[in-house]
């Protein structure tokens, strides 16, 4: 790993790390010991710097997310040093004991997101904006088949350039709310039977509402390790879930 900008060795040059193993991100993260701080160091630097963005926009908005002690950035790498989130991940063996309770505050945190005003959002993740970015992983040879769930694929694609092919023929309409982009469970915080905080908001920004319902409802089954709780998951929202929309975004999401 690189040596630390000025900024950041300052402040953590005394302070003993562990590895962060979960999830799938391309970046590296450090979890301190002495201090309830988390560096993120981002290989991709526009990403870095967009996630840094969205924590300082979503601070302002009264969304519990970590917060930035400190951001550095050098040549190769961007450097986000943030405070480390309370509670537990809703995928905690802890909290996978009590699916109702978890279902139902992964239900509410959508509805928090959805609920803020996007009118004057700067963050925009359409199904446009999504399929460029696919657009060039796919030109990179970035696309991992070994990785894609049988489950959501189901045999319909041979090659990644089929999937985004039919992805960029078959849009759907969209209604367009924020999105935090990765609803999955490791990224949602639970304290004391209440959502204490969001993580990982690189993805985050305005898209349709059933982006979120189709990562969480993945997660959920993943987690879980059954499929029983999604009519539960699905009966929570004031609205009729369009599931060719939840096939849709799984899809979109393998390019990823």
């Known amino acids: 790993m690189p040596r630390y900008p000025k900024a950041i060795h300052t402040l953590i040059s005394n ?21 309830p701080w988390v560096l993120k160091i981002f290989h991709d630097c526009d990403q870095g710097h967009r996630e840094i963005a969205l924590l300082r926009w979503l601070d302002e908005q009264k969304i519990p997310v970590p917060k930035i002690i400190e ?9 986000l040093l943030m405070t480390k989130l309370e509670g537990l991940m809703s995928c905690d063996p802890m909290m996978v004991k009590k699916p109702e309770m978890v279902i139902d505050l992964l239900a ?35 696309v991992d088949m070994d990785t894609w769930d049988t489950d959501i694929i189901k045999g319909r694609f041979q090659t990644p350039q089929e999937l985004y092919t039919y992805l960029e023929n078959h849009q ?14 490791p990224n949602i915080f639970i ?33 879980f390790e059954t499929d029983q709780h999604k009519e539960l ?23 990823f």
């Open 15 to 35: 302070l003993h790390w562990t590895k962060d193993t979960i999830g799938m991100g391309n970046s590296h993260v450090r979890l301190f010991i002495e201090k």
């Open 71 to 79: 951001t550095a950035e050098d040549k190769k790498y961007v450097y």
């Open 108 to 142: 509410d945190g959508i509805k928090r997101l959805q609920r803020i005003n996007i009118q004057d959002c700067p963050f925009s993740l359409t199904i446009k904006d999504r399929l460029k970015i696919a657009k060039t992983y796919l030109e990179k040879g970035e």
């Open 172 to 185: 759907p309409k969209e209604d367009l709310v924020f999105v935090h982009g990765d609803y999955c469970l």
């Open 191 to 223: 304290k004391e039977d209440t959502l204490s905080g969001f993580l990982d908001l690189g993805l985050a920004g305005i898209a349709d509402k059933h982006l979120d319902l189709a990562i969480c409802m993945r997660s959920i089954k993943y987690n």
């Open 233 to 255: 998951f699905f009966s929570k929202f004031d609205f009729v879930v369009d599931e060719k929309k939840i096939d849709y975004y799984l899809l979109l999401d393998e390019l």
